[in-house]
Nanobody
Framework: QVQLVESGGGLVQAGGSLRLSCAASGSISSFNTMGWYRQVPGKQRDWVATITSGGLTNYEESVKGRFTISRDNAKNMVYLQMNSLKPEDTAVYYC????????????WGQGTQVTVSS
C-alpha cells in the first residue's frame, strides 16, 4: 500500500516562503487527485489545495495567489510552494488522495509542522 511522507516544514517569519514535499512509497499515477490539508490543534483538518492528474488545481480561498500545488508523477511527489506566509498558516500540513466521496484513499502520515511567526 502506498504510504505518504510529508517534509519541508519549519519555522519562518511572516512574509517568508517554504516548500513542502510529499513523497509516496509507490506510484501516485493512479490517484486522479492529490491534495494538501492542514490542521491546527483542537480543530478539524482543513483542505488547502488539490491537483488532478491533468494538472487542474484548486485552492482554498485564503491561500489563493500565495500557495502553488504541483505534482511529479514520475517521481511520485507532490509539492506545495507557500509564499507570503502568514501567522494563520501555522498548522501541521498533510498530503493525501481524496476519493471525491468524502473519504481518503491513503492513511494519514505524520504531517509536517509549519510555524509562521509574526
Amino acid at each position: 500500500q502506498v504510504q505518504l511522507v510529508e517534509s519541508g516544514g519549519g519555522l519562518v517569519q511572516a512574509g517568508g516562503s517554504l516548500r513542502l514535499s510529499c513523497a509516496a512509497s509507490g506510484s501516485i499515477s493512479s490517484f486522479n487527485t492529490m491534495g494538501w490539508y492542514r490542521q491546527v490543534p483542537g480543530k478539524q483538518r482543513d483542505w488547502v489545495a488539490t491537483i488532478t492528474s491533468g494538472g487542474l488545481t484548486n485552492y482554498e480561498e485564503s491561500v489563493k495567489g500565495r500557495f502553488t500545488i504541483s505534482r511529479d508523477n514520475a517521481k511520485n511527489m507532490v509539492y506545495l510552494q507557500m509564499n507570503s506566509l502568514k501567522p494563520e498558516d501555522t498548522a501541521v500540513y498533510y498530503c493525501n488522495a481524496p476519493s471525491g466521496y468524502g473519504y481518503f484513499l491513503r492513511s494519514w502520515g505524520q504531517g509536517t509542522q509549519v510555524t509562521v511567526s509574526s
